[in-house]
């Protein structure tokens, strides 16, 4: 029998928020990128040569892809000033939200700013809705 207070099933990856500097940024319909990798070296040790020794170099991070339905221009507006030679970072979260609708776990990214647009793509013949992706460059995940 479970221990009391102890999740046994995983949460849903449908139900999340987006923060961008304070701001509850709804809507999203996608996230991904939330990924860290740590480089290393190899070094063989003269004389050993049943193993590698393996040294961490340093770490790196993907960058994050926002999707959503288009409501307004503000991540546009981001991304135009960044062409436009104004880059402002922003850090920001995204939240894992239970069934209850309380946040469980949360993604921190820090000092990002927007690096791609991607538009919506029209077609006569469908009813999908419009939508905007916006990947972010940034400074790691907390």
Request: proline share 4%; glycine share 12%.
């Amino acid at each position: 029998m479970p221990e009391v207070g102890k999740r046994s099933d995983p949460y849903g990856a449908f139900n999340f928020l987006v923060e961008i500097e304070g701001i509850i940024e709804g809507g999203f319909t996608e996230v991904s990128g939330l990924s860290i990798q740590t480089e290393y070296d190899t070094v063989k040790e003269g004389g050993n040569n049943s193993f590698e020794h393996k040294l961490p170099k340093g770490t790196k991070y993907t960058d994050i892809t926002l999707k959503r339905g288009i409501t307004d221009w503000k991540l546009y507006d981001w991304y135009r000033d960044v062409i436009n030679g104004k880059i402002e970072r922003k850090s920001g979260s995204i939240y894992l939200i239970d069934s209850e609708g309380d946040r469980v776990m949360e993604w921190d990214f820090l000092e990002a700013f927007p690096v791609k647009w991607d538009g919506p793509v029209f077609n006569a013949g469908s009813n999908a809705i419009a939508t905007e992706t916006l990947v972010l460059a940034h400074h790691g995940l907390m």
